[in-house]
């Protein structure tokens, strides 16, 4: 510390200028793309966008159906997917959408349940679709986000073979800024934060061996993203 001074002026004469003892100010972004990339596209732009990066990039089969056909349509993807058993989020979101009530009467699904422990998750790794509620899908990557909860249980998206993932139109956004916004003015109005928040971006994979893409390695093996066309 003694030597700071002396150490500081020696180093500033060598770079032919005064020693400063205030740093300068921050230089003025070119840009600011981690707020503003994507962003200007309208929701049926983003919509359309995250369609193409899911299927195309992220191997999830995606389809967009009115509210009104969202049980049917579950259905059919369940069925695609082996069907039964099933395992569906407790999320009563999914239960107002009847797609609940229709896996359960078609396939006897199971329901995720915070009462039966254990169960829940022995129930998670018998099934062949788990169906889960996102509450929003990004753009630039083709995932979704998932809030766990007493009644969301996490085994519901990872143990199945394969995740169908119901999300809405309207809570498409562009980026993990605009998540970062929406989770902060969700906290500012008093709402509880989840115990965890994954990101999901299609079926399980890897490429560490030679960089060639492997799907189904330590999860589902397939995934499909029901959109409500809700705006």
């Keep these: 510390m003694e030597n700071r001074d002396a150490f500081l002026a020696n180093i500033a004469r060598q770079l032919g200028r005064e020693a400063r003892k205030q740093p300068l100010p921050p230089d003025v972004p070119v840009n600011d793309y981690a707020r503003t990339r994507l962003s200007e596209l309208t ?34 993807l369940c069925e695609q997917y082996g069907g039964s058993p099933a395992i569906v ?74 995740s169908l993932f119901v999300l809405r139109k309207s809570t498409i956004i562009p980026r993990v800024a605009q998540l970062a916004q929406a989770l902060h003015q969700r906290a500012s109005q008093g709402e509880r934060m989840p115990s965890c928040i994954n990101l999901i971006s299609g079926p399980s994979s890897t490429a560490d061996i030679e960089l060639i893409k492997v799907v189904g390695v330590h999860g589902p093996i397939s995934a499909a993203c029901l959109i409500i066309n809700d705006c």
């Design 43 to 76: 929701a049926q732009q983003r919509c359309e966008a995250f369609i193409k990066v899911a299927s195309e990039v992220m191997l999830t089969h995606c389809e967009l159906v009115e509210e009104a056909d969202a049980g049917s349509a579950a259905q059919r």
């Design 89 to 162: 989020s407790g999320d009563k979101r999914l239960e107002e959408l009847g797609i609940t009530t229709k896996l359960r009467d078609v396939f006897q699904a199971d329901v995720w349940d915070p009462s039966a422990g254990a169960e829940n998750i022995a129930r998670a790794e018998r099934a062949k679709v788990g169906v889960v509620y996102a509450e929003y899908g990004l753009v630039e990557s083709g995932g979704v986000v998932l809030f766990s909860s007493a009644e969301r249980g996490r085994s519901v998206s990872l143990l199945p073979e394969s």
